[in-house]
């Protein structure tokens, strides 16, 4: 097994070596806790992980698709931009504008780096289309994003056309709001090539969607083959969103993505009126991630699965689909970590693409060699003066008859602005326990 290292279990640790090669990364959460406190939110002391793994055992054993090792879930269909998404490549969206003719509290465009100085822009996405053609050897999907992006309708069609002109087969989307939608424009999405349009529902302070957010999506169904909802479940509001799932069901959309409701660092005021509080460990490793989403809110993710398995044991029809915070951000971690020639100590995970090695210390460190070399396993790195071994984790499991703690390093690749290179950066170390492990768990 591997365990998370925190600052409420750190004290527990045997080994001193691994206590003390941990306590930086302790610091360093806890800096990051404190700014997310600093910018006016609370941090919840509940932790929901056993709760969260018992629902994704449920929905599993009643027939949904367990994703990107628990990041995503599954119900009859999901869109084949989400499978392009899970790692990136041949994947892209572009945001035409920031602004919008909405001003949710929520909205995560906000926490764009450049938000102030780009709201009035409107970014030319067809030459940041073709500079991806030339990077990736096959695009696969493109999204349309903002703001609102049919604020420019016109705009939407030239890309599209592009898109199409370059290679059929790469499917499209638009995300919207529903409000600025026309029959005339929907016709002129379909004609120019649009495969998939996604609307944003904005449910009211009781879990309610207006009557036109509907008919505008009903209305959508007749001329985009894959129309869909996206949009973060209303927080406390379970037997609603769980009606609001029935209700689309009967629309004949061809899905949903359920999000998680998250805190962009904007609207403090807001989220602390309504008792909300971000979870307590927001991202299971912290790293520079680029997504400007921000931040979980406590209890979402629980709500998210139960009404994904209201939906199931009431036999929906539509595609849904849990797409948690974790889910979006792995597809960084793939592009900065799976092309890499590594060395013969580190090892890609398929679970997180983060690239990891294994750690003993002390004494432990002596024996692990001992253990290597009757092996004949040579590739390791022996540290005399400071007692630390680095090894590939794939032979943790030859240390199945010692009672020792190892480290388990999570590492990426990073560019170093100062030094104009890519440099290898370790984020994160974890505890291993090798009588209990198996390689499935990384």
């Known amino acids: 097994m591997v365990y998370t290292i925190t600052k409420d279990n750190i004290d527990d640790l045997k080994n001193n070596g691994l206590k003390a090669d941990a306590k930086r990364y302790i610091e360093q959460y806890e800096n990051f806790l404190e700014y997310i406190k600093e910018s006016g939110a609370g941090i919840s002391s509940k932790d929901y992980s056993k709760k969260e793994q018992e629902l994704l055992k449920k929905l599993e054993e009643k027939g949904a698709k367990i994703c990107n090792s628990g990041k995503s879930v599954v119900i009859n269909a999901v869109s084949p931009s989400c499978e392009h998404c899970h790692t990136g490549i041949g994947s892209a969206t572009y945001i035409l504008t920031l602004k919008c003719n909405r001003d949710c509290f929520f909205c995560t465009n906000k926490n764009q780096a450049d938000y102030a100085a780009g709201v009035n822009?409107?970014?030319?996405?067809?030459?940041?289309?073709?500079?991806?053609?030339?990077y990736y050897k096959?695009?696969?999907?493109?999204?349309?994003?903002?703001?609102?992006?049919?604020?420019?309708?016109?705009?939407?069609?030239?890309?599209?056309k592009e898109v199409k002109k370059s290679d059929k087969t790469i499917q499209t989307r638009i995300y919207t709001n529903g409000d600025l939608v026309t029959e005339e424009m929907l016709k002129s999405l379909k004609d120019a090539g649009l495969d998939e349009i996604r609307f944003g529902l904005k449910p009211d302070e009781n879990g309610k969607v207006d009557q036109k957010s509907l008919d505008n999506l009903a209305l959508s169904v007749k001329y985009i083959k894959r129309t869909m909802v996206e949009m973060p479940l209303t927080l406390g509001k379970v037997k609603e969103m769980e009606e609001l799932m029935m209700a689309l069901d009967k629309t004949g959309i061809f899905g949903i993505n359920i999000l998680e409701f998250l805190y962009p660092y904007v609207h403090p005021d807001e989220y602390k009126s309504k008792g909300y509080e971000v979870t307590k460990r927001?991202?299971?490793?912290?790293?520079?991630?680029?997504?400007?989403?921000?931040?979980?809110?406590?209890?979402?993710?629980?709500?998210?699965l139960e009404v994904m398995l209201y939906s199931l044991e009431n036999n929906v029809k539509m595609g849904m689909h849990y797409c948690s915070l974790e889910n979006k951000l792995t597809s960084q971690l793939y592009q900065s970590n799976h092309h890499i020639k590594m060395s013969e100590i580190e090892y890609f995970s398929e679970k997180d693409f983060f690239l990891k090695t294994a750690k003993g210390y002390g004494d432990d460190a002596a024996k692990i060699k001992e253990v290597l070399d009757v092996n004949k396993i040579d590739h390791y790195m022996y540290d005399t003066s400071n007692k630390v071994i680095e090894f590939s984790p794939t032979y943790i499991t030859l240390l199945k008859d010692y009672d020792m703690e190892l480290g388990l390093t999570y590492l990426a690749v990073d560019f170093d602005e100062e030094y104009g290179r890519k440099v290898l950066r370790e984020y994160q170390i974890n505890r291993v326990e090798p009588k209990t492990f198996e390689l499935s768990d990384i």
Do not use: R, W
């Open 121 to 134: 822009k409107v970014y030319d996405i067809i030459s940041e289309f073709k500079t991806h053609l030339g």
């Open 138 to 160: 096959k695009m696969k999907s493109v999204g349309i994003t903002g703001g609102e992006p049919l604020l420019y309708p016109e705009k939407c069609i030239q890309f599209l």
């Open 282 to 304: 927001p991202y299971k490793i912290l790293y520079p991630y680029t997504y400007a989403g921000g931040v979980p809110i406590a209890g979402s993710s629980i709500e998210c």
